[in-house]
């Protein structure tokens, strides 16, 4: 399987990142096991999870999602062979949160001894701290380097201008420079992706790991009215959605589906992968069929009127004549 580089760090990742975000949440340990086999033996082997994964469970505490990924990989023996992507910062409980140096150092122990690793791959500031100065945040990670306890740093969440001020800030003080950036992005989502980071990425060369990919499931098309919205836990989510742009999105992905016997969630991402400045979007999966269906989605190669039908169905300016051809 063709890989992609993060950014400038060197690391070879797939086409596909899986979201363990489910970990611990809506899927059990043993069920983990057996999608993280299956993502692993297609070829695929980024993972991305959070220290914050599942807190907002009742009677979770948050690291539960590492701590399943950690059993995992030392029931494989597989360290090597993965990519395995946390993060810190974000609010777990009013204590535990933000960029500070002092809780970045604290919190990589926790995350290094769930994971049941020595070195995690690609370590993310989850969300931006406005009160934390990028320069404490990076010289923390630069410390963190030094030791290899992680290879690489990532930004998530965060506007173009504060991540052009942190890339000026490593440059300016000979820090360590964010290789990778997660935004929320996917054929629904793509403005605040676009509009400006997009371009940042491109000038920097760096690595983009973007998340909701599904839409939370929206772009898999099996919410089709309000009578769908119990079929999910994320079901109650999914009005927003139905938009003019939302029913579009959903006639063209069906049409291309279609065309390539194929599933809507498969196009979805194939149209994310086919992306220049996208490395690998982020998926979930809960059970051994939807996993199926990441997989094949890496394989589905669209063609360049596929991309444009899709581009013209989720665009903001919506172009009939366009949408036609």
Same mark, same amino acid.
């Given at each position: 399987?063709?890989? /992609?580089?993060?950014?400038?760090?060197?690391?070879? $990742?797939?086409?596909?990142?899986?979201?363990?975000?489910?970990?611990?949440?809506?899927?059990? &340990?043993? %069920?983990?096991?057996?999608?993280?086999?299956?993502?692993?033996? =297609?070829?695929?082997?980024?993972?991305?999870?959070?220290?914050?994964?599942?807190?907002?469970?009742?009677?979770?505490?948050?690291? &539960?999602?590492?701590?399943?990924?950690?059993?995992?990989? /030392?029931?494989?023996?597989?360290?090597?062979? $993965?990519?395995?992507?946390? /993060?810190?910062?974000? &609010?777990?409980?009013?204590?535990?949160?933000?960029?500070?140096?002092?809780?970045?150092? /604290?919190?990589?122990?926790?995350?290094?001894?769930? #994971?049941?690793? @020595?070195?995690?791959?690609?370590?993310?500031?989850?969300?931006?701290?406005?009160? %934390?100065?990028?320069?404490? %945040?990076?010289?923390?990670?630069?410390?963190?380097?030094?030791?290899?306890?992680?290879?690489?740093?990532? =930004?998530?969440?965060?506007?173009?201008?504060?991540?052009? +001020?942190? #890339?000026?800030?490593?440059?300016?003080?000979?820090?360590?420079?964010?290789?990778?950036?997660?935004? &929320?992005?996917? #054929?629904?989502?793509?403005?605040?992706? +676009?509009? +400006?980071?997009?371009? $940042?990425?491109?000038?920097?060369?760096?690595? $983009?790991?973007?998340?909701?990919?599904?839409?939370?499931?929206? #772009?898999?098309?099996?919410?089709?009215?309000?009578? @769908?919205?119990?079929?999910?836990?994320?079901?109650?989510? !999914?009005?927003?959605?139905?938009?003019?742009?939302?029913?579009?999105?959903?006639?063209?992905?069906?049409?291309?589906?279609?065309?390539?016997?194929?599933?809507?969630?498969?196009?979805?991402?194939?149209?994310?992968?086919?992306?220049?400045?996208?490395?690998?979007?982020?998926?979930?999966?809960?059970?051994?069929?939807?996993?199926? @269906?990441?997989?094949?989605?890496?394989?589905?190669?669209?063609?360049?009127?596929?991309? !444009?039908?899709?581009?013209?169905?989720?665009?903001?300016?919506? @172009?009939?004549?366009?949408?036609?051809?």
């Amino acid at each position: 399987m063709k890989k /992609k580089s993060l950014g400038n760090s060197g690391i070879e $990742v797939g086409p596909l990142a899986f979201g363990g975000n489910v970990f611990g949440w809506t899927v059990d &340990e043993k %069920t983990s096991f057996q999608l993280l086999d299956a993502f692993t033996e =297609a070829g695929l082997n980024l993972i991305d999870t959070a220290d914050s994964y599942s807190s907002w469970v009742p009677g979770n505490q948050g690291g &539960e999602s590492e701590t399943i990924i950690g059993n995992w990989v /030392k029931s494989r023996g597989n360290r090597d062979k $993965v990519i395995i992507a946390t /993060k810190v910062g974000w &609010e777990i409980t009013p204590e535990r949160k933000g960029l500070r140096k002092e809780y970045i150092l /604290k919190s990589v122990e926790g995350s290094l001894k769930r #994971l049941q690793t @020595d070195y995690i791959d690609l370590y993310q500031s989850h969300v931006d701290d406005a009160s %934390t100065p990028f320069q404490e %945040t990076l010289e923390a990670y630069q410390l963190l380097l030094e030791q290899g306890k992680i290879r690489a740093i990532g =930004a998530s969440n965060i506007k173009a201008n504060r991540l052009k +001020e942190a #890339l000026a800030i490593s440059k300016d003080h000979g820090l360590p420079s964010y290789q990778t950036l997660q935004p &929320e992005y996917n #054929l629904y989502n793509r403005e605040g992706f +676009e509009h +400006e980071l997009e371009q $940042v990425v491109k000038e920097h060369n760096i690595g $983009v790991i973007s998340y909701y990919a599904l839409a939370s499931g929206f #772009l898999t098309g099996k919410y089709r009215s309000p009578a @769908d919205f119990k079929k999910s836990p994320r079901g109650g989510g !999914m009005q927003k959605f139905f938009t003019d742009r939302g029913v579009r999105i959903l006639a063209a992905l069906d049409l291309i589906s279609a065309h390539h016997q194929a599933t809507p969630a498969q196009v979805s991402l194939a149209w994310l992968i086919a992306r220049p400045s996208i490395t690998a979007p982020i998926a979930s999966a809960t059970s051994l069929e939807q996993v199926q @269906d990441l997989i094949k989605a890496t394989q589905l190669i669209l063609t360049e009127h596929d991309i !444009m039908r899709l581009d013209t169905a989720s665009s903001y300016s919506y @172009d009939i004549a366009a949408s036609l051809q």
